[in-house]
Nanobody, 119 residues
Framework: QVQVVESGGGLAQSGGSLRLSCKGS????????MGWYRQLPGNQRRELVA????????NYADSAKGRFTISGDAAKNTVDLAMFSLKPEDTAVYYC????????????WGQGTQVTVSS
């Protein structure tokens, strides 16, 4: 059974740091990009926080630049997000995603992990 499991969320103080980790089961293959998204309180949409390709190229939302660092290994089905200088507005449910190039292409999402930053 395909599983994507996130860990590392929790409570942090403003200015603090957290590290999120995500692991996909071996059934997920041909990963070409891995990403972290978040859903802000009261918002239905998930917004991109950071993404990394299998080749190591990264992309960050403006809100994450200079504060968050994404790392991942497509061969091991892992992706992490190191978050520093956290702000209360970073409070959200964070989701990881693996994008697979199998046919038909599909995305695999985790169940989400809550991050709460207190002021």
């Amino acid at each position: 059974q395909v599983q994507v499991v996130e860990s590392g969320g929790g409570l942090a103080q403003s200015g603090g740091s957290l590290r999120l980790s995500c692991k996909g089961s071996p059934e997920i293959t041909k990963i070409y990009v891995m990403g972290w998204y978040r859903q802000l309180p009261g918002n239905q949409r998930r917004e991109l926080v950071a993404a990394i390709t299998a080749g190591g190229s990264t992309n960050y939302a403006d809100s994450a630049k200079g504060r968050f660092t994404i790392s991942g290994d497509a061969a091991k089905n892992t992706v992490d997000l190191a978050m520093f200088s956290l702000k209360p507005e970073d409070t959200a449910v964070y989701y990881c995603k693996f994008a697979s190039a199998i046919l038909p292409p599909r995305d695999y999402w985790g169940q989400g992990t809550q991050v709460t930053v207190s002021s």
